[in-house]
């Protein structure tokens, strides 16, 4: 595995992480499609499989998999995989509501991950709102200072959901060692993208990137975007060409990506050695071009499946509405979406027809986008 060093830290890091909020369910699927809980057996099979490769960044987070995630990651790096690996959690800074909240919680997650110390250690999520409502009246920067100076923390920085001018005021505020922004071929310039990225490196801040894929959207492209990635090059997939991309950003010191088997961390491996030497050529750079303009054909929601917005008081599985209806735009079989809107969503969740427009859920999503509205296209889709 190839490694690239952390910004200015002096840590070196291999350039695939492993994100590990998407690990194998009980009923087959992925984290972020179902709620029926983790396979603890398969989950600790798979992250070891990742450490034994060369994948030896995990990412996790308080709130993923509600919880299941630092739980499941504390058993995989039992019997020597814990000194064999780099930790990375957040802290899940909406939860802070008094100065006091950040210790304990970090405090919860140590024992959760079985472990007196946490490699890389990042606020979660941060967004003005919260800056301004939970980290600043509660001194959580000052908090997470001290977790490094006392040395329960080794690297401490930030996850980013807001917009670039905001993200620079973020950057300013602490030294930083990274930071951790949503990038990919089509999201070159949401909430900061690649700018947010140049910034942080003449920072001297690390830049690890989630979303490479867009939550697997990058992966099984539509039929017009194929068509663009065939003639370029017939036998490269859709996935690497994602990897490609953002691997090619010079600040870009390590990619997360959230698999959820074995033949995902092998085949997502051999992407890694097989980066293009010197960058990126200008005849594959005008094929991302000719692809953004393929999927712009296409009226989808940005959805990555994050699950945040699972805070719904009608019970509203909303990612996998969004993924419903996605499908059937990029496929357009209408019979197969409606089967899945009508059998595996109430499995999970209320449809969409059951949102009152009560805006519960706007703040928790990352992409900002207007959920409410896109329930009602929703149903009017599948329930008219």
Known sequence: MKHKQLGNTGLSVPIL?????????????????SYRGADKEKSIEL???????????????????????????????????????????????????????????????????????????????????????????????????????????GYIGFSFHDDYDFF?????????????????????????????????????????????????????????????????????????WAFDYVWSIPEVSLVLSGMGDIEQVDQNVAFADAIPEGGLSDEALKVYDEVEKAFASYDTIPCTGCNYCTVCPEGLTIPYNFQTYNQYILSGNKERALWEYNTSIPLNGAQAGACTDCGTCLDRCPQHIDIPSWMTKIADTFEA
């Not at 194998?24 to 699927?29: I, V, W």
């Not at 034994?52 to 998999?65: C, R």
């Not at 890389?120 to 939970?134: N, R, S």
């Not at 900061?192 to 989630?210: D, F, H």
Request: with cysteine.
């Open 47 to 153: 992250i070891r499989h990742a450490i034994d490769s060369g994948v030896n960044y995990i990412d996790t987070a308080f709130n993923y998999l509600h919880g299941e995630s630092e739980k499941i990651l504390g058993e995989a790096l039992q019997d020597g995989y814990r000194d064999r690996c780099i930790l990375a959690t957040k802290s899940p800074i909406w939860m802070i509501k008094s100065p006091e909240d950040f210790d304990n919680l970090l405090a919860k997650q140590m024992g959760r991950l079985k472990t007196n110390y946490i490699d890389c250690y990042l606020l979660h999520c941060v967004t003005k709102k919260d800056w301004e409502t939970h980290i600043l009246p509660n001194n959580v920067l000052q908090s997470l200072v001290k977790a490094k100076e006392d040395g329960r923390v």
């Open 168 to 240: 620079c005021e973020v950057a300013d505020t602490l030294p930083w060692d990274f930071c951790q922004i949503q990038l990919n071929y089509l999201d070159k310039e949401f909430q900061g993208g690649t700018k947010a990225a140049q910034y942080a490196g003449k920072r001297g801040m690390g830049v690890m990137v989630m979303e490479p894929l867009r939550g697997g959207h990058l992966v099984n492209v539509p039929d017009r975007v194929a068509d663009v990635f065939n003639k370029a090059d017939a036998d490269k997939s859709p996935a690497e």
């Open 17 to 33: 992480g492993f994100g590990a909020m998407r690990l194998p369910m009980e009923d087959g699927s992925q984290g972020y499609t």
